[in-house]
């Protein structure tokens, strides 16, 4: 299924791919009224989020994805969600 396709069952799925796939710079919320500002930030936070394609550590090779997944997160902060083999 395409992303646009994706985006009619998940609204904002285009829009959190487009986001994780390109560069982006910080833009000041401060200047946006209290209402517009809370789910400005909220977006920019996620906004500011890359994506990094890296050659993962022996140590979780014969793991279960949602094992790895964990421990990346739980030990690095990352999040896992795609894995080439």
Same mark, same amino acid.
């Given at each position: 299924?395409?992303?646009? +396709? &994706? ?12 986001? %994780?796939?390109? !560069? !982006?710079?910080? =833009?000041?919320?401060?200047?946006l009224n209290k209402?517009?500002? &809370? ?16 050659? %993962?550590?022996?140590? =979780?090779?014969? !793991? %279960? =994805? !949602? #094992? +790895?997944?964990?421990? +990346?997160?739980?030990?690095?902060? #990352?999040?896992? =969600?795609?894995?080439?083999?």
């Open positions: 299924m395409g992303v646009l +396709a &994706k985006s009619a069952l998940c609204p904002g799925f285009s829009t959190l791919v487009s986001n %994780l796939i390109m !560069s !982006s710079t910080e =833009f000041d919320t401060n200047r209402r517009e500002r &809370k789910w400005t930030q909220e977006y920019a936070d996620g906004y500011g989020q890359e994506v990094y394609c890296l050659e %993962l550590s022996r140590a =979780f090779a014969g !793991s %279960l =994805f !949602s #094992v +790895a997944a964990n421990r +990346a997160y739980n030990m690095f902060g #990352v999040c896992i =969600f795609g894995i080439e083999t």
